[in-house]
């Protein structure tokens, strides 16, 4: 039978993720414990964990009984109806001051109403963003933990333990109150689908655009890696494209369907978003795109039905075109990282998150899905004495934009003319010409609505809020 409180942290839920941080903690010298219905995932815990202070359990009144008291939980299931059936299977048998962690993708809404439950039953709880997939749970993630501050100062050492490590800092930083920890990794996310159809749009216009071979393609991720474009999705990007399985003469990539799938984060950060009143146009383009993919049928008949256009995009200077191809990549990377830290201060602002959004850029830089080392400016931009507004009201950032907005003029007008499909790089650049615009046509926008709905407008240098009779007129 095993010892009482032999155990210092718990986790439920030995997939994956679950058993690969349990195994990182592990290796750093924690003992651990971990729970699942699943006898098979318990048993390879224990395979894997054979000779590190590591326990699985299949019991979950043994697994509680195991943990050191105040208990730590973390839970590491599938967000929605699931979390709250864990918690309340945890809830007879915790004591008050004992701590509950959600470290899957949960909606922050959830999160917010669990924090206010679990308050009234004298329990704590924090919910955590953990990003950076299989290889950073078992060696080093990002973990963004926001909710109870005293909570998370109970635990902080062990995660501060097992998180990436990036300048000898580590990837990890409690986030905010409530829910700030979960919205976080949401927008994470959501850049995460902005940067991933920047990439898609990438390939369509190394392949169909310049019809470069498998090969050549790869050979522009692995040089862009080298460089200023340097960053996890680049860099896995390069290795898909010359990955081929045992015996096989092509590559895996090009059996894959052309239907992308998604979980919900990059969706609910549109949402977001807009309840918010704040653009965040790439990532609602990436979000459209991964919808449209998935009408395949639809597509292939539309295909048929129209004379498809042969792009041929300066075939004769290949080489500069990539020049400004890498430039247009670039100016879009900075344009949905800046959206998504201005959709982090907006929310920051109308939450009371009080978020430090150098605080957030300097976990993002190891660990996680979407770092890069762009990152590293953002840090050093939100870094200052004056935090700007804006990404790009940072004078090192005004420089890179002005440096390759030639590159992206110049793929979007050529990718516009040959038919080929950019919708994330031209979001990108009409975002751009759009905030900078000192006079938007909006005023047009409010004459027709009060026209046909009397919703009123305002006037230029003058007080009030007016209507006008635009029949009679």
Known sequence: MEKDNAYSFGM?????????????????????????????????????????????????????????????????????????????????????????????????????????????????????????????????????????????????????????????????????????????????????????????????????????????????????????????????????????????????????????????????TSQVAMDLELPATVIDTAVSMRDLSKYKQLRVKLSELFTPVQPNLSETERDNFLVSLEQAFYFSMIITYAQGMHLLAKASADYNYSLDLAGIARIWRGGCIIRSAFLEKIYKAFNKDTVPEHLLLDEDVQTLITETLPGIRKVVSECVQAGVAIPAFASSLSYFDTIRSEKMPSNLIQAQRDYFGAHTYELTGKEGVFHTEWAEA
Request: aromatic share 8%.
């Open 12 to 268: 439920i839920g030995l997939g994956t993720m679950g058993r690969s941080l349990l195994l990182n903690m592990a290796d750093h010298d924690f003992s651990v414990a971990g729970y699942d219905k699943d006898a098979e995932k318990v048993a390879l815990l224990d395979k894997e964990g054979e000779n590190k202070p590591v326990k699985g359990f299949n019991s979950l009144p043994a697994f509680i009984q195991s943990l050191q008291k105040p208990r730590s939980v973390m839970m590491l299931v599938p967000a929605g109806k699931i979390v709250d059936s864990v918690i309340g299977d945890l809830i007879p048998l915790l004591d008050e001051g004992d701590l509950i962690i959600d470290g899957g993708n949960s909606h922050f809404t959830d999160t917010n109403r669990r924090v206010t439950e679990l308050e009234a039953k004298k329990l704590h709880f924090f919910g955590m963003g953990v990003s950076g997939g299989e290889e950073g749970a078992r060696r080093g993630p990002s973990m963004m933990p926001g909710g109870d501050r005293e909570a998370y100062r109970h635990v902080k050492h062990i995660f501060e333990a097992i998180a990436a490590k990036v300048n000898g800092e580590p990837c990890v930083t409690y986030i905010g109150p409530g829910a700030s920890g979960h919205f976080v990794k949401m927008v994470h996310n959501g850049i995460e689908y902005g940067l991933m159809q920047l990439i898609s749009e990438t390939y369509e216009i190394l392949k169909k655009g310049l019809k470069l071979d498998n090969a050549s393609i790869q050979q522009v991720f692995a040089q862009w890696n080298e460089g200023r474009l340097q960053s996890f999705l680049v860099e896995i990007t390069r290795d898909i494209f010359r990955f081929r399985k045992e015996g096989d003469e092509h590559l895996l990539v090009d059996e894959i369907k052309d239907e992308a799938r998604a979980k919900g984060t990059g969706k609910w």
